[in-house]
């Protein structure tokens, strides 16, 4: 029986690689449910090319465009961000794909979630921010929650069949766009460097966080909330290659690591397909060609995010939610050249430290300090409104 799939975030970059996935295996897919957040003309195409039953578009001024390009088939065609989360929920799909970005991709999660749906996680804020919500709704309903991310599957890959306790688990980087540079030379860094990342081919955002290692110390978060492991057993080591893509180590000292080439389709097909795997003929690994796979500590001088996202993570709370929020914001107003690279950090310390905290947050408690992260943040960096949220 073919899977029904709904791709939230369909034309972004890992939701137009879960639709190769589809492409690849027509035998195994049904695409049922597409969203994105402004992307309407992209949209359109894949609604077509799939047959899909329902399109989203988040952002409500696309709407009637998308109606236009979409008038003679039968798609049924909505708008807005609640109707992104009410689709996720709906009874059309088997697998909700949640690769939408940032703080726009907790709701979805709590509504896929809570109709026991199948979910395979790119958004990782949405553990990040509400993974003390989230994981008992996924115990309760029965939801199996399957990483994407490539750390976080290679982790789950590595676990797979084990019993014994865990020492550690390990989480490559790559040290993104500035890994080469000296600290001092951070401070005029321009954004087509920040973007140009020297292994993976990503969206804007999440390529700025792994400048940064935000996105890296958001993993830490995930990974503690996807597998039950505390902040000291969860290490990050520097990986240049990004051959390596997690590892886990054991009591008894043995470490299991999954290896390959930096492909998200590997840990997409991999979400969807469990417990079988992709065939895929043309994805194999030279070991000629990648003589020496280095490691190395991560400096914290240079990246302080990291340690930021640490310390989150032991506060719990709100901490997590406001460093998210305010990340966001910094994120979008240096692309749009509002702010400087160095700024990213300092608006999230600026926050953290102004922001109000709540030790056991509800959903509800989750929004309010979203939005007081935001407008922290937006006036901290001197910029009118609050970016418009991407997904």
């Known amino acids: 029986m ?30 049922r449910i597409l969203s994105a957040h402004r992307n309407w003309e992209q949209l359109a195409r894949q609604a077509r090319e799939f047959d899909a039953d329902t399109v989203v578009i988040a952002d409500k001024q696309y709407y009637s465009p998308l109606c236009e390009a979409l008038a003679d088939t039968d798609t049924k065609i909505y708008a807005g961000e609640e109707a ?7 009874g059309d799909s088997d697998v909700v794909v949640n690769a939408l970005v940032g703080y726009a991709g907790l709701a979805p999660t709590v509504a896929a979630v809570s109709a026991g749906k199948k979910l395979a996680l790119a958004n990782k804020e949405s553990l990040v921010v509400g993974g003390a919500c989230v994981m008992p709704l996924a115990r309760e309903h029965k939801a199996p929650i399957l990483p994407i991310d490539s750390e976080h599957s290679a982790i789950f890959q590595c ?5 014994a306790p865990v020492r550690r688990l390990l989480i490559t980087c790559s040290g993104g766009a500035f890994r080469d540079l000296k600290r001092e030379e951070l401070a005029s860094v321009t954004v087509e460097q920040a973007l140009h990342h ?25 990974a503690h909330w996807l597998f039950g492991t505390p902040p000291e057993r969860i290490a990050v080591v520097m990986h240049p ?27 997409i097909s991999f979400a969807l397909m469990f417990p079988d795997r992709a065939t895929r003929p043309d994805a194999r690994f030279s070991f000629a060609d990648h003589p020496q796979l280095s490691f190395g500590p991560v400096d914290g001088e240079k990246y302080p995010a990291l340690g930021i996202a640490y310390e989150c993570l032991r506060r ?16 979008a107003a240096f692309l749009a050249r509002q702010c400087s690279w160095l700024d990213i950090v300092r608006t999230i310390e600026h926050t953290l430290d102004k922001a109000a905290f709540t030790a ?12 007081e992260a935001r407008q922290l943040a937006a006036r901290f960096l001197g910029v009118d409104t609050t970016p418009a949220r991407r997904g």
């Open 2 to 31: 073919k899977q029904r799939l709904a791709i939230l975030g369909s034309t972004g970059s890992i939701g137009v690689q879960t639709l190769d996935i589809a492409r690849e295996n027509p035998d195994r897919f049904e695409v």
């Open 84 to 90: 992104v989360a009410q689709v996720a929920a709906g």
């Open 159 to 163: 676990l797979l069949g084990e019993h």
């Open 198 to 222: 020297p292994q993976w081919h990503m969206g804007a955002k999440i390529t700025i966080d792994s400048s940064t290692l935000v996105n890296k110390g958001f993993e830490v978060i995930e």
């Open 241 to 267: 290659q990004s051959i390596v893509h997690s590892m886990v180590e054991f009591e008894d000292g043995a470490i299991k690591a999954q290896l390959g080439e930096p492909d998200m389709r590997m840990p």
């Open 316 to 331: 719990g709370g709100t901490a997590p939610c406001t460093m998210n929020g305010a990340n966001e914001v910094a994120v």
């Open 360 to 371: 056991r947050p509800s959903l509800g408690d989750l929004a309010e300090a979203d939005r």
